[in-house]
């Protein structure tokens, strides 16, 4: 076995507990703040935690800690399993960006194993900068910069195009749309698509996000014939930059519906986004205007989802040129070795 694949996720803190919270947002400051001209990068992060602390561990106290870890775990359980199924002698592990086991962790773990040949997916269909992209440099750096390991790393990107995937999705959202005796072409009805946000700054200097965004929703509202629907976008708008608009808060306040029901795009477990900020916030604020409130569910659980992942990687693991599966050269990031099937 000299062939490793590492399955990157977000992460979240499994416990409500001050230490796990105050880790996981030193990682997410120190990855996305701009600290160039910060005179001590240290004591700005250590004091950008403090004060988000109390607010996002009372989120996490209220949720009773984020499933996201459980869920990818099983999710990856998954994915070796069908590889196995499908022949593939390889070795599989999880990481997260921002708790434990980081990226580093994980590629640390492969390297020990022998691994020789990494292959990186991200579990982010949608390709972001502080996501996809920021894995992907991630695991580039902690292989270029071992001396002692040299492994041929294979990465891929976005691949919210395939079409299993949207099928899956829409599937998912017409199922809860029909359980819920929901008519999405009924004016009293409104389907809105909640995407995660990104800083303004990222689309500014290229990122294809918000188009990815647009594409997807298209794509699964034409399959699930649910019709045209606003994009509102999750933003952490406390961090005083400039975000996607129009905020999903927005959105659903100018909802001349009845009641509206709320896919969240961006997410492939449930966690704080959408069990906190939609099923407790956003949902108070369109309670607050009288409107009724549904949100769909993340199918973090089809069964058609492991052979969509299985599907990604198959050909790398096969020796089959990625053009036949539709994978390309990634244009969000340069890597000789890095695809995604959203390419042009």
């Known amino acids: 076995m000299n062939t490793g ?93 921002f708790v434990d086991p980081s990226i580093a962790d994980a590629l640390a773990t492969l390297r020990d194993a022998g691994c020789t040949e990494v292959i990186a997916l991200s579990l982010y269909p949608l390709c ?51 359980r819920h005796d929901l008519d999405p072409n009924d004016s009293a009805t409104s389907v809105l698509w909640s995407a995660h946000g990104t800083p303004m700054k990222h689309v500014d200097a290229g990122s294809r996000y918000v188009s990815y965004v647009e594409e997807y929703c298209a794509a699964v509202g034409a399959l699930a014939d649910v019709p045209a629907a606003p994009i509102g976008f999750q933003n952490h708008e406390n961090r005083g930059i400039e975000w996607t608009t129009p905020a999903i808060e927005d959105v659903v306040v100018g909802s001349a519906a009845d009641q509206v029901v709320v896919e969240p795009v961006s997410f492939m477990h449930e966690q704080s986004e959408t069990l906190s900020e939609l099923d ?29 992942l299985a599907d990604l990687v198959e050909p ?9 599966f539709q994978l390309r050269r990634c244009v969000c990031h340069d890597g000789d070795r890095t695809f995604c099937r959203n390419a042009p």
């Open 316 to 324: 790398l693991l096969a020796g089959v040129q990625p053009e036949l």
């Open 128 to 178: 972001g900068p502080t996501t996809t992209v920021a894995a992907a440099e991630e695991v580039e750096r902690f292989c270029s910069e071992d001396p002692a390991w040299d492994p041929e790393v294979t990465q891929l990107t976005g691949w919210h195009r395939h079409p299993d995937y949207l099928r899956l999705r829409a599937a998912n959202l017409r199922s809860y749309l029909e």
């Open 280 to 308: 407790i916030e956003l949902a108070a604020e369109a309670t607050d205007r009288g409107l009724s409130f549904h949100r769909i569910p993340v199918p973090h659980d089809d069964e058609l989802f492991p052979a969509v």
């Open 5 to 97: 694949l590492i399955v990157i996720h977000f992460g979240e803190p499994s416990s409500p507990d001050r230490q796990s919270v105050e880790r996981y947002l030193e990682r997410i400051f120190r990855q996305n703040m701009d600290l160039e001209d910060v005179t001590d990068p240290d004591a700005r992060i250590e004091a950008l935690v403090d004060r988000r602390t109390p607010a996002l561990l009372e989120e996490y106290e209220a949720i009773g800690g984020s499933p996201l870890n459980e869920q990818a775990e099983h999710q990856v359980d998954a994915l070796a399993t069908l590889l196995d199924e499908r022949g593939f002698d390889l070795r599989v592990t999880t990481a997260y960006q």
